[in-house]
């Protein structure tokens, strides 16, 4: 048994077992697992955020559709956990986190929601934030236009290079920009996990795995440290 879980453990957890029906319990002896279970909505959504608790953010259902005002609410509270050195750059970095990733899942996934879990160490200055979608992931984003690929993992090269499923190269923007800035700007570490492929990403190395249970749409994780950091040369491009 898990001593411990993260975003990045649970939030694919979560929208298998609710996509597939299936029920999940918290073992009596680990208590302060449980506690943070029922913190955070786990395995269910939770449409609030408890602003008593500022550093467990709940496990959200989040419609494409419109801006969700849950959304800002997740900014905020993590932004006001972050110390003072950090918090104006941050501010900036999570707002461009937030906007690439919930508008690829509008644009791309083929679908009407999607899920969303962060959470923030205070301790170590450490967040994680997790962001899943049952859409019809990048490979089939991909068919049908000038980078159709044959398999998963070429599908999430396309995306990581900056190949846009609509005919044009986003480099520095969208998901390469995302990627470089929390990987080298922040120095930390990305997964992104679609169909059978599963690529981890941390400063310029990635390992690339065949996963046996295929995930149908997207999902990325991000875990990172707190610094003060200029986003903008990694989002620029050049």
């Given at each position: 048994?898990?001593?411990?879980?993260?975003?990045?453990?649970?939030?694919?957890?979560?929208?298998?077992?609710?996509?597939?029906?299936?029920?999940?319990?918290?073992?009596?002896?680990?208590?302060?697992?449980?506690d943070y279970f029922d913190r955070i909505g786990f395995p269910c959504s939770v449409k609030t955020v408890d602003e008593s608790d500022p550093t467990a953010l709940p496990l959200s259902k989040l419609g494409t559709g419109i801006d969700d005002d849950v959304l800002g609410r997740y900014e905020e509270t993590i932004i006001a956990n972050v110390s003072p050195g950090s918090k104006s750059?941050?501010?900036n970095a999570l707002k461009y986190l937030t906007s690439e990733l919930t508008t690829n899942v509008r644009e791309h996934s083929g679908v009407d929601h999607y899920w969303l879990l962060a959470q923030y160490w205070?301790?170590?200055?450490?967040?994680?934030?997790?962001?899943?979608?049952?859409?019809?992931?990048?490979?089939?984003s991909y068919r049908g236009t000038n980078y159709e690929v044959n398999n998963h993992h070429e599908a999430i090269r396309n995306t990581v290079e900056g190949y846009s499923s609509k005919g044009w190269v986003e480099?520095?923007?969208?998901?390469?920009?995302?990627?470089?800035?929390?990987?080298?700007?922040?120095?930390?570490?990305?997964?992104?996990?679609?169909?059978?492929?599963?690529?981890?990403?941390?400063?310029?190395?990635?390992?690339?795995?065949?996963?046996?249970?295929?995930?149908?749409?997207?999902?990325?994780?991000?875990?990172?440290?707190?610094?003060?950091?200029?986003?903008?040369?990694?989002?620029?491009?050049?």
């Open positions: 048994m898990a001593s411990w879980v993260t975003p990045i453990h649970l939030l694919p957890l979560s929208v298998y077992a609710n996509s597939h029906n299936i029920r999940i319990d918290c073992e009596d002896n680990a208590r302060k697992m449980c750059s941050f501010r205070p301790s170590t200055e450490t967040c994680e934030i997790a962001i899943a979608d049952i859409g019809k992931g990048y490979l089939e480099r520095g923007t969208g998901i390469p920009g995302t990627i470089r800035l929390f990987t080298e700007g922040y120095g930390g570490e990305i997964v992104v996990y679609t169909g059978d492929a599963l690529w981890h990403m941390k400063e310029r190395a990635t390992s690339r795995y065949d996963v046996p249970i295929s995930w149908r749409g997207v999902f990325l994780g991000l875990r990172f440290q707190m610094r003060n950091v200029n986003i903008y040369p990694y989002i620029s491009g050049d």
